[in-house]
């Protein structure tokens, strides 16, 4: 829901009609303002979640979705032999290295040096030749190159439309994005974050919604598919309170005696030194087909 306090803010947002597709980048801007996003926006940011990020490869709820997309992928043709692919964001690269086997090329970018250090570790053991990495930020990124399908996961980037336009300019065919849904909620956090920062966690992140109508308002017509999982992590303490503590310096950074508390609260709940963590998401995987209405009645 839009805040109806910011009357001003949004009288402009009010008088533009929601067919339009600059009602859908007037609301992405002011549903996704705020420092949060600045922040997710840096390399050095995600470089300190590299090391514990796969740890969600051992979640049956995640690796569920992370295999059926790219099952979807590979049936609607956006994964195939001749196929290149851009992986924006890519992280440590959990879906290149999957859709790799099945196209021609992927190339992987992202601005975290970590993250991708992760990914050639990955690359190099399980021996995938055709990965290209690219360390960059998007927003300054240039290329003449165009992919076949260019596919953005979990990225911040989802948070502004002007990327949306140029995901779409880059690709010959097909769009493929991931998104938060609607639900992320982590009880252990969310009190946490209430005890430590104050307030309950910031549920501003960037929602489905907004992506789908724009696309639709752009004349395409998105395909949905919503994954409901209990993301599980079990870690030691160390290894959870890093995780719990990157979280919440995305809002501030922490003070000494507020670090310790996050692990006196995780040595109360441990057993035999582990703890895990739940996360109650809804996520949403879209595939736009820029070629779907190319056909004759
Ligand atoms: C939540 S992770 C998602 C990683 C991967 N796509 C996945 O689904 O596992 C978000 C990623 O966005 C990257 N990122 C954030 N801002 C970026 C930017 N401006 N340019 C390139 N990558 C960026 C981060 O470095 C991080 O790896």
């Not at 099952?71 to 959990?94: E, K, S, W």
């Not at 992140?205 to 998105?222: C, F, R, S």
């Not at 303490?237 to 310790?260: C, F, G, H, N, V």
């Amino acid at each position: 829901m839009l805040d109806t306090t910011k009357k001003e803010k949004n009288k402009s947002l009010y008088a533009i009609p929601p067919h339009s597709p600059d009602f859908w980048r007037a609301y992405a801007r002011e549903k996704n303002a705020g420092p949060l996003k600045k922040r997710c926006m840096r390399g050095e940011c995600w470089d300190a979640a590299a090391a514990t990020y796969d740890d969600l490869d051992n979640c049956k709820d995640y690796m569920h979705q992370v295999n059926s997309i790219i099952d979807g992928l590979r049936a609607f043709g956006a994964l195939a032999p001749g196929n290149t692919v851009l992986d924006v964001a890519c992280g440590t690269g959990t879906y290149a290295v999957r859709m790799a086997p099945y196209c021609k090329k992927v190339t992987c970018l992202d601005i975290s040096k970590g993250m991708l250090a992760k990914l050639k570790e990955k690359r190099d053991r399980i021996g995938v030749g055709n990965l290209e990495i690219i360390q960059a930020d998007w927003n300054v990124y240039d290329t003449t190159e165009r992919f076949d399908l260019v596919f953005v996961s979990l990225a911040p980037l989802l948070k502004d439309m002007k990327n949306l336009d140029r995901f779409l300019d880059i690709s010959q065919r097909f769009l493929g994005l991931v998104c938060w849904a609607g639900i992320k909620e982590n009880l252990l956090f969310n009190s946490l974050c209430e005890e430590i920062i104050g307030r309950k966690p910031d549920k501003r992140h960037m929602d489905i919604q907004a992506l789908v109508n724009y696309l639709y308002t752009m004349g395409l017509a998105p395909n949905l598919r919503f994954f409901h999982g209990c993301w599980r992590r079990e870690r030691d303490i160390e290894r959870q309170a890093k995780t719990l503590i990157w979280q919440l310096e995305l809002y501030r950074p922490l003070s000494r005696d507020e670090k310790a508390l996050v692990y006196k609260r995780l040595e109360r709940i441990a057993e035999n030194g582990k703890v895990g963590v739940n996360t109650k998401v809804r996520t949403g995987f879209i595939l736009v087909d820029k070629h779907a209405d190319n056909f004759t009645c």
